[in-house]
């Protein structure tokens, strides 16, 4: 038997189930079981939310590239699908999100009540920003305070009203699901009919593009001395709404949110609880059943210390027949450490590749074969070591192994030093930016 390494279950639930209400439904789509998804279901259950999934396990029909693109119609199509049984429940409402950038993080009976207080009979999110057609943003009503246009990401309403949006007009699956519910709501007649509002003020929905200036975490302190919990505030609209929304551009400034909320995922009293989430241990397994692991050692540049690197590589406290080792060395000097190391050690693990400086493979290349032999080894881990860097922990791959994540890497520091390998957040162009917690992560105040 081997390992297999566990995430969260996706799943699709065939009717709701709620601990706290029974007069709502929730919806979402989702055809693949990303981190993103992950991160929602696991922010639903938080609050005991588990969401209807829509389009599980299909090919995604709603058009390409709809990060930049108008698309997502599928959408529309396949909740008109799932109302048709629920036509005749008047007062049972529907909550709809988007579910890869989504983020729970208030309980639904408050988002009821919120919902209750408007007296919408349907609700949209609200954005600052007219998409797709930026020629329809004088078309919408003006607003003192707060964002003005729709957003599709997030909504919720009574059933009939809800249906009769989707019942408005006919929409191909490759069709643009905001402008859809654009038009709804600019048609005057059809929205006062209907009831349609936008939640200006952020007061249950936070879509974030936009607005990240205007966001921020608060940390609530017990008297009791018990963990400090935490809440998003929008400053501009004096709010603290329940679902967050990592719309267009802002995917980093929702995963930075994510890392504080919902509550329960980190405080200063036990660091990261939620990376806790779905840990193995490999101790509950023979070592004939842990995984496969694919070590690529990149020597790119003369490194001093070149033997005591080796040495920590060699004392990873793994099986090494359970290793295939791989190393690209561009440095004629290091070709002595690399051959000496080969003839002690290679014999104790699975495999051995080595390309020499004289076979002139430049280091781009040397990655993407490496990738490529982890491929046809039939490894589970992938796992790349470029020599400046020192395993300073002999148990690194076990641990890392144990944290079962589709991505992960050891924290590197120069101690006392603000430098490490670690990127709190990156700028517009995917270069290093300097998040908020980067101090305190680097020096161990925040894990």
């Given at each position: 038997m081997k390992v297999m390494l566990q995430h969260i279950p996706f799943l699709l639930l065939l009717k709701c189930i709620y601990a706290v209400e029974t007069d709502i439904l929730v919806f979402t789509v989702a055809t693949n079981e990303t981190d993103g998804f992950q991160r929602y279901i696991s922010s639903a259950r938080t609050?005991?939310?588990?969401?209807?999934?829509?389009?599980?396990g299909d090919i995604w029909k709603g058009g390409d590239n709809i990060k930049a693109n108008p698309g997502g119609g599928w959408k529309i199509n396949?909740?008109?699908?799932?109302l048709q049984n629920y036509e005749n429940k008047e007062n049972k409402i529907i909550l709809f999100t988007d579910a890869y950038d989504v983020i729970f993080i208030g309980k639904l009976s408050e988002v009821i009540q919120r919902f209750k207080n408007t007296g919408a009979?349907?609700?949209?999110?609200?954005?600052?920003?007219?998409?797709?057609?930026?020629?329809?943003?004088?078309q919408y009503p003006e607003v003192d305070k707060g964002a003005r246009f729709l957003n599709s990401g997030l909504f919720m309403g009574y059933i009939p009203e809800v249906i009769n949006i989707l019942n408005r007009a006919e929409i191909e699956d490759t069709g643009d699901d905001q402008l859809y519910y654009t038009h709804a709501f600019l048609d005057?007649?059809?929205?006062?009919?209907?009831?349609?509002?936008?939640d200006h003020m952020s007061n249950i929905f936070q879509n974030i593009f936009g607005s990240a200036s205007n966001l921020e975490i608060l940390s609530n302190n017990d008297k009791d001395g018990s963990a400090e919990t935490f809440s998003l505030k929008n400053v501009q609209t004096n709010s603290?709404?329940?679902i967050v929304h990592g719309n267009g551009l802002s995917k980093l400034t929702?995963?930075?949110?994510?890392?504080?909320?919902?509550n329960g995922i980190w405080n200063s009293y036990e660091g990261c609880i939620s990376c806790k989430d779905g840990e193995i241990d490999l101790k509950k397994f023979s070592k004939s059943e842990w995984p496969i692991v694919h070590l690529s050692i990149f020597i790119e540049a003369n490194t001093p210390f070149i033997e005591g690197f080796f040495n920590k590589i060699y004392r990873q406290e793994y099986p090494k027949e359970k290793i295939h080792l791989f190393i690209h060395n561009m440095m004629k000097y290091h070709s002595s450490h690399v051959e000496n190391f080969i003839q002690t050690y290679g014999s104790e693990y699975s495999s051995v590749k080595e390309i020499k400086p004289e076979?002139?493979?430049?280091?781009?290349?040397?990655?993407?074969?490496?990738?490529?032999?982890?491929?046809?080894?039939?490894?589970?881990i992938y796992f790349a070591v470029d020599s400046i860097a020192h395993l300073d922990n002999p148990h690194t791959i076990k641990l890392l192994i144990e944290q079962n994540r589709t991505v992960v890497a050891p924290m590197l520091v120069r101690p006392g030093k603000a430098w490490s390998n670690f990127w709190g957040a990156l700028t517009k162009d995917g270069f290093y930016a300097r998040s908020n917690d980067y101090m305190d992560i680097v020096y161990n105040n925040k894990r």
């Open positions: 609050f005991g939310i588990e969401p209807i999934v829509l389009g599980h396949l909740l008109k699908n799932a009979k349907v609700l949209f999110g609200a954005e600052p920003y007219c998409w797709p057609d930026v020629e329809l943003a004088q005057k007649e059809f929205r006062e009919k209907n009831s349609i509002q936008l603290e709404p329940l929702l995963n930075y949110l994510g890392n504080y909320l919902p076979d002139g493979s430049p280091e781009w290349t040397a990655r993407d074969l490496s990738v490529s032999q982890c491929l046809a080894k039939n490894c589970d």
